[in-house]
């Protein structure tokens, strides 16, 4: 199910500080007078130097670690991420362990604990069986007309199982200080409405796989093989249905595509025999009338299907929703037959071990409160002030290339200003914890997610209504990742993105720069700026803030990356979406542009400048290497495939070859001849 989020650009598949006061200029810390390559931050095991930067800066920055990697039968990938990720996970197991075992007389350590021990308990949820589903299974089943079906997938949505729609909070984009109710598409099994409309690639494959899924999942709850087989192709021919009235991910990259003020009266004239003053009542919103849908054409769709499918058909479909959404907190059987899709999708050869899936469940769950012992280990202040002060430092670059940017003109160059000043920040976590109110329990591994998800979904919809609270993270403190919020103006850093080898208050300055500055900050400002964040003001409205002439230009500056990265592959055969990724491309090419020249105001000002040379490489080449490294990556050709079909984000060999080729400092640092692929003439350039 594709969850209901605020309008979030992230990293990855990975601000000022945590007060809204203007930060303080950055400090200049002393630099060390000689320092190794290693201890610079970067990894010279992982380099290729054999290979000509100027011809394949990837092979050069990751050749070595590409030959060298591994990537362990239960993961999809292994790379610098995978390391910090797996850092991570072993830290969290042990506090978990640790809590499971003798928690003490704390009460925050004594919930994970319970509910870390029940996840891992995997015989009670052997012996559970199907009854911790029983409720949604006869809540399917309970389909014998529109009425009944419409009521199925109410109290379906009440539990948090999103079948056809989803609904949730969302900043109005008209006035983003309001928090509104939104209506958005969901209820595919597969990643996007490509997976069932097209050809391309593995994609008649994976829909194949898809269908003896949805048949072996209907089997596992008690189906006869021949109705489980004539169940899979009806909901096959369900979702394909649903996803013809969909929009696009490309589409959806367009704020004014998915952003349709309708109330609940419009929500009613689209689709009238919908009993919507019911089903918002049944979810514990029924004062809300402000909402907004996606697009009211795909809600008329949906009522139409639900009047013409055959019951039979909608209790098989809200059947697989049900199984899809809770086999993982089952059987073995279930487990195991949910990852047969992660396979296809991925090429992870093996289902990761319980200890790891019950530490991300916890994560996700509880993320908030196993944010704690891990900020107290493995994030001190003094971290979370440099990061900060990296902020500012790059946040200055981009207003000094604002004042000189050639395809904006002034009008909109003072407005773009005013939006980068009010832009803010979350670093590493919240200022106060969120409190977890739900029982757990340390025998009913099933019914703590269920309660856990029913807690998140009334505390996101207790949200609307009220004005936005600009202090809530969406993502969890040990999270390897950032985000900005187009809606919000705001990015956030949290503290498990700015861990080593990406971020170290003892590495090279050129080092945190190229990476955490270049690939994380500077990326998520780039963000505000890029096809979609341009479009909204520097109060989080969607508005034409920007002149004709200048929305000309950028559309020309973008159209050049769109169809830069669209000659990529991402495996032969199969090129990226130049469109889909333009948003992150755009973001990847500014955001390393503009920490390379806050690196060197920040240069400029240092009474002792850092080692300029360190094992051959000048500090201007450690900034490129650092930001390099920070995505080497060994894929399997699964996951590569299924990025290109349906992911925002390039590949990583992209990431870094298709951003070096339009950095205007690459060339001088390594000395590359013009035309080198690394250096091409015709450079794109946005920010």
């Given amino acids: 199910m594709r969850p209901h989020l605020p309008f979030l650009i992230v990293v990855a598949a990975a601000c000022s500080g945590p007060s809204r006061t203007a930060p303080t200029p950055p400090a200049d810390p002393p630099a060390p007078a000689t320092m190794s390559l290693t201890d ?12 000509d930067p100027c011809q394949d800066f990837f092979q050069h920055a990751c050749g070595g670690f590409v030959a060298t990697a591994e990537i362990p039968a239960d993961r999809a990938s292994w790379s610098a991420i995978q390391t910090v990720v797996q850092s991570q996970e072993t830290f969290l197991r042990d506090t978990l362990e640790a809590a499971a ?3 003490g007389d704390d009460p925050v350590l004594r919930t994970l604990g319970d509910y870390y021990a029940a996840c891992t308990d995997e015989d009670a949820i052997e012996r559970a069986g199907l009854t911790p589903i029983a409720d949604l299974l006869r809540t399917a089943d309970s389909v014998r007309d529109f009425p009944t079906a419409v009521a199925a997938v109410t109290a379906l ?12 909070p969302t900043q109005d984009f008209a006035d983003a200080t309001q928090v509104i109710a939104g209506i958005d598409q969901s209820g595919l099994g597969l990643p996007e409405r490509a997976y069932y409309l097209e050809d391309d690639g593995n994609l008649p494959t994976v829909r194949a796989a898809y269908r003896a899924h949805v048949m072996r999942l209907l089997t596992l709850a008690g189906r006869t093989p021949a109705a489980a087989t004539a169940a899979a192709d009806a909901v096959l021919a369900f979702e394909t249905a649903l996803a013809k009235a969909q929009q696009s991910e490309v589409t959806r990259r367009d704020p004014r595509a998915i952003y349709h003020r309708v109330e609940r009266a419009g929500l009613a004239k689209a689709a009238p025999a919908i009993d919507w003053d019911r089903y918002f009542q049944a979810l514990g919103i029924g004062h809300v009338t402000q909402v907004t849908v996606n697009d009211p054409a795909y809600v008329a769709a949906v009522a139409a299907l639900l009047k013409q499918t055959p019951a039979a058909t909608l209790r098989d479909y809200l059947t697989a929703q049900v199984l899809d959404a809770t086999a993982p907190l089952l059987s073995r059987a279930l487990v195991e037959e949910d990852f047969t899709m992660t396979q296809a999708l991925s090429g992870q050869k093996a289902l990761a071990p319980r200890w790891r899936r019950c530490v991300n469940r916890t994560d996700d769950d509880l993320g908030e409160a196993l944010a704690q012992p891990y900020v107290r280990a493995r994030f001190s202040p003094a971290a979370r002030r440099a990061a900060s002060d990296l902020v500012v430092a790059v946040k200055a670059a981009m207003k000094d290339e604002l004042a000189t940017l050639p395809w904006m003109d002034d009008a909109s160059r003072a407005a773009a200003a005013g939006k980068l000043e009010t832009m803010d920040a979350l670093v590493g976590y919240p200022d106060t914890w969120r409190a977890y109110t739900f029982a757990v329990r340390r025998d009913d591994f099933a019914g703590n997610v269920r309660a856990a998800r029913a807690f998140e979904q009334a505390r996101r ?20 990742n950032a985000y900005y919020d187009g809606s919000l103006n705001q990015i956030a850093l949290p503290a498990g993105q700015l861990q080593p080898p990406f971020f170290g208050a003892t590495f090279h300055p050129a080092v945190n720069f190229g990476s955490t500055g270049g690939g994380t900050i500077g990326h998520e400002m780039t963000h505000g700026f890029d096809d979609e964040g341009s479009q909204f003001d520097a109060h989080g409205n969607l508005r034409e803030w920007w002149s004709p002439a200048t929305t000309a230009a950028f559309a020309e500056a973008t159209q050049c990356v769109i169809d830069q990265y669209a000659g990529y592959e991402a495996v032969p055969g199969v090129h990226l979406d130049g469109a889909l990724t ?69 590949p990583p060999r992209w990431r870094v070859n298709g951003v070096i080729a339009d950095q205007p400092g690459f060339a001088a640092a390594f000395a590359c001849r013009a035309g080198a692929p690394m250096a091409p003439a015709n450079a794109c350039t946005v920010w």
């Fill in 40 to 51: 610079s931050g970067i990894v010279p095991a992982w380099l290729d130097r054999d290979a």
């Fill in 157 to 168: 949505h009440a539990s948090g199982i999103f079948a056809l729609w989803d609904v949730g």
């Fill in 582 to 650: 333009a948003g992150e491309n755009i973001a990847d090419i500014g955001g390393v542009k503009l920490a390379f020249q806050a690196y060197h105001a920040w240069r400029a000002r240092q009474a002792a400048p850092p080692p300029a040379q360190i094992e051959g490489y000048s500090d201007d080449q450690l900034y490129f290497l650092a930001y390099a490294q920070s995505w080497c990556s060994k894929d399997t050709p699964e996951r590569l495939e299924t990025m290109a079909h349906s992911n925002p984000h390039s």
């Fill in 101 to 103: 075992a003798a928690p």
């Fill in 461 to 480: 919809l207790a949200t609307i209504g009220k004005p936005v609270d600009r202090h809530d993270w969406g993502m969890t403190p040990p999270t390897v």
